[in-house]
């Protein structure tokens, strides 16, 4: 199940388009009605194009079965998300660089390396709906001179729809986090090491890095180098500390804010050589204690990590020894 997919509730009525893949097994899908939200995915069974057409619900066996008319492109559930760029493996030295449109839309597009005024096309063209194409292959001795990636699309659809404004979305990729990024690749069917251009927000800093300066300028060697704020000992994950629009977010949407302060929050403990901090993340699903840990299990300064403080805290928090 990836996303774009048209898919619908196995116990209800409701049906739409998988917008994003959450922690958990739970995948998050927009309905009809624009509204998003999370549903485990065992829940969720995938929508055939003809399934959609002919099996409607409330409508007689008899008309399910007769010829259709073909329905009004307004009224349609579009993929609108579904954007990517991919590196294939080809073999433990070589990746097939792609551009994967899984949307409904054809996409015009244009792919750069390098930074103004030295940019250098890679290619161009139009990006057919649930489509892939190779752009080239890279050489992963030379990872730290592939610079930025910029991508420029525009959207385009026969039918009578919103226009949407133009994508241009640019990449610098980490060597310590790009070769964790394996997963399914879309429309491909190949593993690969998967990084989405229309995310409405920022991808995890572990993913990517967003580049929003058109221009990068060297700073000066003699300029003192600043570490960020120093945290405190015990970091409040509960989403009501963090953000004053919580009432309005999904539940992946507040997963992501509480990620997003971990990892900061973790990485400037790091920088402080502080000996250790407490993480309070609750009690709830598990969910959120369960992806700490997972990231926490992974990370090269930590020592190790442990349930904090039973007597104050519960199982709600988790104190983390650094190197």
Known sequence: MNIGDKVRLLHGKESGIVTRLLSGDLIEIEIEEGFKIPVQRRELALVSP???????PGTPASAQLAPQRKQNPSTEIVANKGLYLAFVP?????????????????VPFALSAGSE????????????SRTAQKIQ???VKDFETWGVFTF?????????LTARPPLEKRLRFRINSFFN????????????????????????REMVEQLVEKRFEP????????????PTETIDLHIEKLSKQALMMSPGEMLEVQLKTFETQ???AIAHAMPEIIFIHGIGNHTLRDELHRRLGKHPQVKFFQDAQKEKFGYGATRVSLK
């Open 50 to 56: 003809e399934e959609a057409i002919r099996f409607k």
């Open 90 to 106: 080809l073999n433990d030295r070589e990746l097939a660089q792609h551009v994967i449109n899984n949307t409904d839309w054809d």
């Open 117 to 128: 005024p030295h940019l250098r096309g890679l290619a161009t063209g139009v990006l057919k």
């Open 137 to 139: 292959d890279l050489a």
């Open 152 to 160: 420029q699309a525009l959207f385009s659809r026969g039918a009578f």
């Open 181 to 204: 990024s394996k997963q399914k690749a879309p429309v491909l069917g190949q593993d690969a090491h998967l990084f989405q251009l229309d995310a409405e927000e920022v991808a995890p």
């Open 219 to 230: 700073a000066p060697t003699s300029a003192p180098v600043s570490l960020p704020p120093k």
């Open 266 to 268: 973790l990485e400037n």
